[in-house]
Each structure stands twice: as structure tokens, then as C-alpha cells.
């Protein structure tokens, strides 16, 4: 089983207009609503893909019920600490011209120490049966900076693979456990370590410094431009499928989804970057924070070149 921990999730509306226009009535021409946050979508790739999966983290509330209610429709194995505040909503603007969307995030429940405890002990009995615990997204308040790196501890020691995909000083501080994978993007390996990816050879270089800390496998992802992945002394680089992007939300998600089921289920770093990118792209052609489904996934599979380095 590979186990996933949100530790905000969030119910993502999107709203769709033609243009936005700031201080003034807009006309909205369609609305989405899917449950969102980085352990939940790499739950919902997992599921499409085959994996066993289960969800952990903090949920509140009416949109906390409706969360886990969906999970479960999915078919996805749930394991929440329910806190006393409601789960946030974010709202996405999409306009038509296809530019990223202008979000609007709440910060979350606040969290309390007994239910931080809590999590601590769900943590360790999920762990204990997983192959892979992937932990990701933002903190609500109330946590310390540190916990990723707490978290990771927890599932390691438990003989679980620990993969983080954060961002900022949790990132910073997470990595201090040495997780197994991270999968930072161009914007986040240049607040991690203050390199500017403009070319292929700063990925490299980039890979090579972040495996310096202890990581072992670093995937940096590039959006259009693909990914490169290093592992021991293996390097590749995998160039996405060229395919029409609706919207990128959750696609990082996707592509770490991918990987950790194919690593999982004894595959090489060659076929998990295939099988990451194809999923990643799957869910850049949906709409919202929808994800890509299995038959799309399969389809874009032959269609992402992978190169050693």
C-alpha cells in the first residue's frame, strides 16, 4: 500500500469567465467543485493506476465530511484526524485565454496539539503497512515548520519510503530526515537552494545538489520542458507528450503518483519517469482540479520520451 498524508486539504471551486475584470461584475460562464490537496490527488492517481492507497491528514467540518465521503465513493481508503474547525475552500479563477488561474486560498483549520498527536499515531500504523507514505502540500496553522521533518522520521522508522513534495521552510526543514524522494518544481529548487533552472544543465546540477543532502532519488519537474531524475549514479530526463493544458492543477500531484506506484511495484527510474509524466500530462488536459483517468494515462504513456544523461 502506498499511504498519502494532506495535512490541508481543501475543496477546490473553479470558476470559469471569459475575462476577469477587477472591480467590476463578471459573468461567470461555468462552475467545477473537486476535493483537492497533494496527498488526495497522488491518492486518486494511485487508485486509477492500480495501488492500493490510503488518505491521512486533517479534515473539519461539513467540507471535511464531504471529503472523505467522496474518497470513500472512490473506492479510497481513509484514516482522518477530525479537528474541530471547518476544512478551507480555495477559489480559482480560470479565464478563457488558458493563463494559469488567479487563486484565492483560505489558510486552513487551525490545529491543536492533541490533534497533531493524533496524527502522529495514524502516521505510525499507516506507515507500518505501506511501502511509501507521500506527504505534501501546505500547513494549516498551528504546526510547527518542522513537522515534515517530524512526519518523515515517523515513516521511516516505521521501514516505510517517505517521498515530501512541499515548498518553503517546511521543504527546507523536511529534508533534514532524508526522505526518499522529493519532487520540488523550477520555482521551488530555486527558494530551496537559490539556483535558477534556465537549461537542462541546471537541472542536472540542481539534482546533483539536492542529492548531496541526503535524498536519494530527486525529481525536479519543468512543466513542458519535462523532468530530470537522478538516483544513484543514474540521471535521466523525460519530455512530456506535447498535449492541449486545460489546467495544471494537480499535475506535480500526478507525476509523483506515477513514480512512487511504478518504484513501488519494482520498476526502474526510466519506466516511473514514463509512467509520472504520462500521468502528469493526463491531468493537465482535465478540467478544474480534476484528475487524469487510467485509459488517458496508458494512452500518453508512448508518447514520453526518456534519455539517460
Not at 3 to 14: E, G, I, K, M, Q
Not at 191 to 201: A, F, N, Q, T
Request: aromatic share 4%; net charge negative; proline share 4%.
Amino acid at each position: 500500500m502506498i499511504a498519502t498524508v494532506t495535512l490541508n486539504p481543501a475543496l477546490d471551486r473553479s470558476v470559469y469567465l471569459d475575462k476577469l475584470r477587477p472591480n467590476d461584475t463578471n459573468r461567470i460562464v461555468k462552475v467545477e467543485t473537486d476535493i483537492g490537496g497533494k496527498g488526495i490527488n497522488a491518492s486518486r492517481v494511485l487508485r486509477e493506476l492500480g495501488s492500493d492507497t490510503m488518505c491521512l491528514g486533517f479534515v473539519g467540518g461539513k467540507i471535511g465530511r464531504f471529503i472523505a465521503h467522496e474518497l470513500g465513493h472512490e473506492g479510497i481508503e481513509t484514516d482522518f484526524v477530525h479537528v474541530t474547525h471547518e476544512t478551507r475552500m480555495n477559489i480559482g479563477i480560470q479565464e478563457a485565454s488558458g493563463s494559469p488561474p488567479t487563486m484565492l486560498d483560505e489558510a486552513g483549520p487551525a490545529v491543536t496539539d492533541a490533534e497533531l498527536t493524533e496524527l502522529y499515531g495514524k502516521v505510525r500504523v499507516a506507515a507500518s503497512k505501506s511501502s511509501m507514505v507521500i506527504f505534501g502540500g501546505s500547513l494549516p496553522p498551528g504546526l510547527p515548520s518542522d513537522i515534515y521533518c517530524t512526519l518523515v522520521g515517523l515513516a521511516q522508522a516505521e521501514g516505510a519510503q517517505a517521498i515530501l513534495d512541499a515548498d518553503g521552510e517546511p521543504m527546507r526543514l523536511g529534508m533534514e530526515a532524508e526522505p526518499y524522494m522529493i519532487k520540488p518544481n523550477r520555482d521551488e529548487v530555486k527558494r530551496l537552494i537559490g539556483v535558477e533552472i534556465k537549461s537542462l544543465d541546471d537541472a542536472v546540477k540542481a539534482v546533483n545538489t539536492l542529492m548531496e543532502t541526503g535524498v536519494q532519488l530527486v525529481v525536479i519537474s519543468m512543466g513542458a520542458d519535462g523532468a530530470v531524475a537522478g538516483l544513484g549514479q543514474d540521471i535521466w530526463h523525460a519530455v512530456p507528450p506535447k498535449v492541449e493544458v486545460v489546467s495544471t492543477i494537480g499535475s506535480g500531484d500526478s507525476m509523483v503518483a506515477g513514480i512512487a506506484h511504478t518504484i513501488a511495484n519494482c520498476g526502474t527510474l526510466a519506466e516511473a519517469l514514463k509512467w509520472g509524466s504520462a500521468a502528469g500530462a493526463a491531468t493537465a488536459m482535465t478540467n478544474g482540479a480534476e484528475i487524469g483517468r487510467h485509459d488517458r494515462i496508458v494512452e500518453l504513456l508512448d508518447q514520453v520520451n526518456v534519455n539517460r544523461l
